[in-house]
């Protein structure tokens, strides 16, 4: 089915280690999107990428690097993650600058920082 | 900076009460607004958009929205809930340019009784 997809859906880490969170749409989509959901605080932007090639630091961006490694790929990056870091990711995608259609979101991953 | 604020954080009805829940943004210019639903466990539909036209539009579900201009504000409603619409509902907004991305609020959890 056409969506966007994340990988892994859950994830435990210990304070210091790093990981990669992978996102991929096959919708064709321009823009790619990377939020974290956390109680009582809705979905935070973290970083974006308007079109290929180019990437966006969001409200929350720190302790992440992301990735545009093609049109389709989209991944976000802990060095070294922090139990701050504790949080539901969401990738989203959209078809243009502006989303007409509204955004594509996948079904998260649920990260903990031990 | 664009913001979102909805105000009520967590609304609790009886089967069959009406829903209105309250969402205001701030941005000078123009605004694509959104309300996105998120049912236990699950991640982002899509609720119901407005980009331009009429202010009230309607979504999935029996929901609608009105955006006001003059009070930067889209509320959500339905006539008559059911315990199926327990679930966070999030507003969210983006400025009307490429590239922009969407800024949500922090959500409210709505519970409805059967």
């Known amino acids: 089915n056409a969506g966007v997809t994340q990988t892994p859906k859950f994830q435990v880490l210990k304070t210091g280690q790093s990981m990669t969170l992978q996102c991929a749409q096959d919708?064709?989509?321009?823009?790619m999107y990377w939020y974290r959901q956390d109680p009582g605080m809705g979905l935070r932007l973290i970083y974006y990428s308007a079109s290929e090639g180019t990437t966006d630091k969001g409200e929350v961006p720190n302790g992440y690097n992301v990735s545009r490694l093609n049109k389709r790929e989209f991944s976000l990056r802990l060095e070294s993650a922090a139990p701050s870091q504790t949080s539901v990711y969401f990738c989203?995608?959209?078809?243009?600058?502006?989303?007409?259609?509204?955004?594509?979101f996948g079904s998260g991953t649920r990260l903990t920082v031990v | 900076a664009q913001s979102v604020s909805q105000h009520n954080h967590h609304v609790i009805l009886s089967e069959a009460a009406s829903l209105e829940l309250g969402c205001n943004y701030s941005y000078g210019g123009t605004v694509n607004l959104f309300w996105y639903v998120q049912y236990p466990g699950q991640h982002l539909q899509l609720l119901l958009k407005?980009?331009?036209?009429?202010?009230l539009v309607k979504g999935i579900k029996g929901f609608e929205a009105e955006f006001i201009k003059s009070k930067f504000s889209f509320n959500l409603r339905k006539p008559s809930v059911q315990w199926s619409d327990t679930a966070e509902y999030f507003c969210?907004?983006?400025?009307?340019?490429?590239?922009?991305?969407?800024?949500f609020g922090k959500g409210t959890t709505l519970s409805v009784s059967s």
């Open positions: 919708m064709n989509h321009n823009s």
């Open positions: 989203a995608s959209t078809s243009a600058g502006t989303p007409i259609y509204g955004y594509t």
């Open positions: 407005y980009f331009s036209g009429d202010p």
């Open positions: 969210a907004a983006q400025a009307n340019q490429a590239g922009t991305a969407l800024i």
